[in-house]
């Protein structure tokens, strides 16, 4: 059984930076696509980017894209998202999420989840 533990959610202002941590036990997190998805209230639950198994390809929503980074560290079975320029529009709980198989976008591809941790932006 693979757990998955996000940190670093928060309160930050418009433009700022927030970095969230995903903690991997159970298994190598090397093992896993990683994906970060988020989910603002009575909105559906959205895919924000994701990174193959060894670091090598990173994917975004065009959302985010050239704002957001995501990295990984398997040595240390941690996936980090780190979030620039922030935007209101942004304010979620965000999730990470490990998949077996190939890489996905869509949330029902993906195997196991954390527990979600909020991050919120003021304008």
């Known amino acids: 059984q693979v757990q998955l533990v996000e940190s670093g959610g928060g309160s930050v202002q418009a433009g700022g930076s927030l970095r969230l941590s995903c903690a991997v036990s159970?298994?190598?997190?090397?093992?896993?696509?990683m994906g970060w998805f988020r989910q603002a209230p009575g909105m559906e639950r959205e895919f924000v980017g994701g990174?193959?198994?060894?670091?090598?390809?990173?994917y975004y929503a065009d959302s985010v894209k050239g704002r957001f980074t995501v990295s990984r560290d398997n040595a240390k079975n941690t996936v980090d998202l780190q979030m620039n320029s922030r935007k209101p529009e942004d304010t979620a709980v965000y999730y990470c999420?490990?998949?077996?198989?190939?890489?996905?976008?869509?949330?029902?591809?993906?195997?196991?989840w954390g527990q979600g941790t909020q991050v919120t932006v003021s304008s």
């Open positions: 999420a490990a998949r077996s198989g190939a890489y996905d976008q869509r949330s029902y591809e993906y195997d196991y």
């Open positions: 159970g298994r190598t997190a090397s093992s896993y696509v």
């Open positions: 990174i193959s198994r060894r670091g090598s390809f990173t």
